[in-house]
């Protein structure tokens, strides 16, 4: 099945949205409306068009008032794709890119425990040159007998430690009815592995007006995760970061497998752009700077990476997570890689004292 792409100029007006969206409609087609980030910018709006595409071409959309361009994409994840976006895209996140030309550092707690232990992991984060801050208020576990996350509690405290640092907020939501209660407090809403094909989350979070973390599924083909994508897409917003975050092999010795052929995959398939998990990958504290190396190396275009004051004490993954005086070695490590290869650092480093 074909899917016919209208994305409209900068300056198109509602009505000019509107007209092109009846337009379709009186030829018996389905019209999504959703928009597309440009950095710097306020956004594109696109129309995703299916239906009887013979009579669409008739109305001769090409010609209609604030229409760019019209595509038609034969792929199955038709609004991710690069027949529909040919140049790789950039996502803003409270000012922050990711994106094709720069790295961007994301750092912070696995799980959000107190606002002391945020407010130290935000500032270590910070000081190493991390531009975004994670950290997990709804926590999925295996078992239901360990820590679930403080809820609302813990969004509360990201936002807190966000005005004081100035760390946009990525955080995970779980469940479709507390998206509108994450989304007013964080700036990126991530859809975890566990999650990735929750369609229904995946349509809420689409539709609720903030970018998205999107977790590779830890047993889902790099198809399906595209086709996750599109589902986000579909419901309205193509601010989408795709996160490689490894995959269940049959080795043990790590908490799952790094698929780094992912990474230039993605971007092959997909304009979004793509990031590495290197801390729930390998699981392991000592692997998270040579995953992280080789994640730089195969062109990702950011890490998220667990880091902890006092990882021996954390509620959470503590075994995966950095302290201080081991991620800042890491990140001047990742800054002298990304300058080798030709690209920049998401925005400028702060360094810790001495």
């Not at 399906?224 to 795709?242: F, H, K, N, Q, S």
Request: charged share 20%.
């Amino acid at each position: 099945m074909s899917l016919m792409v209208i994305v409209m100029s900068p300056d198109a007006t509602a009505d000019d949205v509107d007209a092109v969206v009846a337009a379709v409609e009186s030829a018996g087609g389905e019209a999504s409306v959703g928009r597309l980030s440009v950095a710097g910018g306020s956004g594109r709006t696109f129309i995703g068009v299916t239906g009887d595409l013979a009579l669409i071409d008739a109305l001769r959309i090409d010609e209609m008032r604030g229409v760019g361009r019209v595509r038609r994409v034969s792929t199955s994840y038709k609004l991710v794709s690069r027949e529909h976006r040919t140049e790789r895209s950039t996502v803003e996140v409270g000012g922050v890119t990711i994106g094709p030309g720069t790295f961007t550092l994301i750092a912070g707690p696995c799980a959000v425990e107190s606002a002391a232990q945020t407010t130290e992991a935000a500032q270590i984060a910070r000081s190493a040159g991390a531009t975004m801050l994670r950290g997990g208020a709804f926590k999925p576990r295996t078992s239901p007998y360990a820590f679930q996350g403080l809820g609302e509690a813990g969004l509360k405290i990201l936002a807190d430690v966000r005005d004081r640092t100035g760390l946009p907020v990525v955080t995970e939501v779980l469940s479709v009815r507390d998206v509108e209660l994450v989304a007013s407090y964080a700036d990126m809403l991530q859809i975890g592995t566990r999650s990735m094909q929750n369609f229904p989350l995946l349509q809420a979070v689409g539709a609720a007006g903030r970018p998205v973390l999107l977790k590779r599924g830890m047993m889902n083909t790099i198809e399906e995760w595209l086709m996750a994508a599109e589902y986000i897409a579909r419901a309205g917003t193509l601010d989408i970061v795709l996160c490689e975050r490894g995959i269940r092999t049959f080795e043990p010795a790590t908490r799952n497998t790094l698929d780094i052929a992912a990474v230039p995959l993605a971007q092959h398939l997909s304009h979004l752009p793509v990031i590495v998990d290197p801390s729930h990958s390998g699981g392991r504290r000592d692997l998270v700077a040579p995953l992280s190396r080789a994640a730089v190396a195969a062109g990702a275009d950011g890490v998220i990476i667990d880091v902890h004051p006092r990882p021996e004490q954390a509620r959470c993954d503590g075994g995966q997570a950095l302290t201080g005086p081991e991620l800042l070695p890491l990140a001047r490590q990742l800054d002298d890689l990304t300058t080798v290869l030709g690209r920049t650092t998401a925005a400028p480093r702060y360094r810790l004292a001495g």
